[in-house]
Antibody
Framework: EIQLLESGGGLVQPGGSLRLSCTAS????????MTWVRQGPGKGLEWVSE????????GYADSVKGRFTISRDNSKNTLYLQMSSLRAEDTATYYC??????????????WGQGTTVTVSS | DMQMTQSPSSLSASVGDRVAITCRAS??????LNWYQQKPGKAPKLLIY???RLRSGVPSRFSGSGSGTDFTFTITGLQPDDFATYYC?????????FGQGTRVDIK
């Protein structure tokens, strides 16, 4: 079964940048659409961004559009989230997840353990 | 953007109870509605996709129904392992928004 491992979280000052990575074990990574979902402390789930398996299609939440960029390197089985102009409200645990059966329409069936981003001076 | 309104925000129930959670979309999403379970400190777990399709390995006491804008998630015969927070999510279009969550705790 595929496993996802996020990394790159940490403490960053407001206005700063950070890049998250999500590395997948197993094969056929390039056939799966992937997503980033975040959860602020004590809060609910917030969908952040997604990318198709080929990388040709992306989507962003309004709250991060223009500040975050999703990308992937299928040769490395890795998904990225480049975050810039970070704000206090971006503080959260960030999960990467794989769409069920590779389709945007079926929800996410494989999740990483999450990586924590704290934006504070 | 699509808004998902989930209710109630919390409920208390006993083992063996039947529990129902509703989710309403601000516009029609056909049957592109998913339900997740999340326990404290853990990643969410997909239980139901396409409104009513049970993911393999998920107990049959979990069920979902609805289409268009109104959806219901039901647990029939609540078990101790089911005390958790549940989220709906629309997957019709990006941004694929979640509901606010429903915390199910022990009465």
């Amino acid at each position: 079964e595929i496993q996802l491992l996020e990394s790159g979280g940490g403490l960053v000052q407001p206005g700063g940048s950070l890049r998250l990575s999500c590395t997948a074990s197993g094969s056929a990574f390039n056939t799966y659409a992937m997503t980033w979902v975040r959860q602020g402390p004590g809060k609910g789930l917030e969908w952040v961004s997604e990318m198709s398996g080929s990388g040709g299609r992306t989507g962003y939440a309004d709250s991060v559009k223009g500040r975050f960029t999703i990308s992937r390197d299928n040769s490395k089985n890795t998904l990225y989230l480049q975050m810039s102009s970070l704000r206090a409200e971006d503080t959260a645990t960030y999960y990467c997840a794989q769409y069920f059966q590779g389709s945007f329409y079926y929800g996410m069936d494989v999740w990483g353990q999450g990586t924590t981003v704290t934006v504070s001076s | 953007d699509m808004q998902m309104t989930q209710s109630p925000s919390s409920l208390s129930a006993s083992v063996g109870d039947r529990v129902a959670i509703t989710c309403r979309a601000s516009q029609s999403i056909s049957n592109y509605l998913n339900w997740y379970q999340q326990k404290p400190g853990k990643a969410p777990k997909l239980l139901i996709y396409e409104a009513s399709r049970l993911r393999s390995g998920v107990p049959s006491r979990f069920s979902g129904s609805g289409s268009g804008t109104d959806f219901t998630f039901t647990i029939t015969g609540l078990q101790p392992d089911d005390f958790a927070t549940y989220y709906c999510q629309q997957s019709s279009s990006a941004p694929r928004t979640f509901g606010q969550g429903t915390r199910v705790d022990i009465k």
